[in-house]
């Protein structure tokens, strides 16, 4: 390939009850926080309560991956490739999730609809 390992760095992470690999829609139906950095609490301005974002995030606890995966790692589904899932173990273990925004308090968003555990580091957040 191209290119050589490319560095990103936190600008935040996620908080909510959910410190081990859950379902999706069990992370989802709760309330999650996404805690900023404070100093780019600027880069906020403009976002507004009821509007969708997405969360772009790191799958810090996953390791490895195949190609071919069974969809949930439900044996019964035939296999697909990764890029056809949403699998966390991927190449380069990024997740991408749109929320609601529900409330901003400072450097804190609080946000309905994330599926990432708590404690997840946060890479990015954008209008959905
Ligand atoms: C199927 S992935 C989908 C994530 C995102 N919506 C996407 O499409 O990229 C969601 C699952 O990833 C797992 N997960 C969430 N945060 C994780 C983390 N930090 N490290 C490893 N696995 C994580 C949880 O089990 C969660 O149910």
Do not use: C, W
């Not at 697909?80 to 929320?99: C, E, K, Q, W, Y």
Request: hydrophobic share 40%; aromatic share 4%; no cysteine.
């Amino acid at each position: 390939m191209g290119q050589g390992p490319i560095l990103y760095s936190a600008i935040g992470h996620v908080e909510n009850p959910f410190r081990d690999i859950a379902a999706p829609e069990e992370i989802r139906a709760e309330e999650s926080r996404v805690v900023l950095d404070p100093a780019l609490t600027d880069g906020l301005e403009g976002l507004e309560p009821g509007q969708r974002i997405m969360v772009i995030f790191h799958f810090d606890r996953s390791h490895g991956y195949e190609l071919r995966q069974h969809p949930r790692g439900d044996r019964t589904q035939p296999r697909r490739g990764v890029f056809a899932l949403r699998s966390p173990r991927r190449p380069n273990p990024i997740g991408v999730t749109v929320v609601d925004l529900v409330a901003i308090e400072g450097n804190v968003l609080r946000v309905r609809g994330l599926d990432a555990l708590d404690g997840t580091p946060v890479l990015d957040i954008k209008p959905a």
